[in-house]
Antibody, heavy 121, light 110 residues
Framework: QVQLVQSGAEVKKPGASVKVSCKAS????????MHWVRQAPGQRLEWMGW????????KYSQNFQGRVTITRDTSATTAYMELNSLRSEDTAVYYC??????????????WGQGTLVTVSS | QSVLTQPPPASGTPGQRVTISCSGS????????VSWYQQLPGTAPKLLIY???QRPSGVPDRFSGSKSGTSASLAISGLQSEDEADYYC???????????FGGGTKLTVL
């Protein structure tokens, strides 16, 4: 069965960086794009960016351009999201989610369990 | 950043039918399909509807979706206590070249 398992919760100081991993299993890793979405407390889901797991190409939301880097390790079937220059507003749960497309319809069919990143001095 | 608009809280009694709306624009809902996600407290979102009105296997047929123009709706019939959750709509946005999400609608089963 498809599973996305993320790394554990992190506590960081303002200005630091955080790197969250997302280990995929149960399917061919390079067949699906991986997206990263975050959710601040009580807020909507916010898209951060995605990676083509086949060729490594990335696309980032303008809201995070210059601060976020998404990478993948195909041998480890793992995607990573690194966010730099952390500030208190970055306190959120970060999710990886697999994008699937079928008959012209694309959607996020599997989600990681989420990683809480707390930014506090 | 483009976003989709959802109403704030919704509520219903067991057995009732409720509808949650989602409004977008020509660059997202108007030109791409809509998906819906259910988020139970403290858990990750779960795909509920894709392709405007398709249900993944395992999702009860009490859940249905529709789309017209730049708006979409999620209907839940035969409301049950376990349906109490936050519901999010999403669509790809051609201007953003990425997905946009609604603000979420918290559904309470009275």
């Amino acid at each position: 069965q498809v599973q996305l398992v993320q790394s554990g919760a992190e506590v960081k100081k303002p200005g630091a960086s955080v790197k969250v991993s997302c280990k995929a299993s149960g399917y061919t890793f390079t067949n699906n794009a991986m997206h990263w979405v975050r959710q601040a407390p009580g807020q909507r889901l916010e898209w951060m960016g995605w990676i083509n797991t086949g060729n490594g190409n990335t696309k980032y939301s303008q809201n995070f351009q210059g601060r976020v880097t998404i990478t993948r390790d195909t041998s480890a079937t793992t995607a990573y999201m690194e966010l730099n220059s952390l500030r208190s507003e970055d306190t959120a749960v970060y999710y990886c989610t697999r994008r699937s497309c079928s008959g012209g319809n694309c959607y996020f069919d599997y989600w990681g369990q989420g990683t809480l990143v707390t930014v506090s001095s | 950043q483009s976003v989709l608009t959802q109403p704030p809280p919704a509520s219903g009694t067991p057995g009732q039918r409720v509808t949650i709306s989602c409004s977008g624009s020509s660059s997202n809902i108007g030109s791409n399909t809509v998906s819906w996600y259910q988020q139970l407290p403290g858990t990750a979102p779960k795909l509920l509807i894709y392709g405007n009105n398709q249900r993944p296997s395992g999702v009860p047929d009490r859940f249905s979706g529709s789309k017209s123009g730049t708006s979409a709706s999620l209907a839940i019939s035969g409301l049950q206590s376990e349906d109490e959750a936050d519901y999010y709509c999403a669509a790809w946005d051609d201007s953003l070249n990425g997905p946009v999400f609604g603000g979420g609608t918290k559904l309470t089963v009275l």
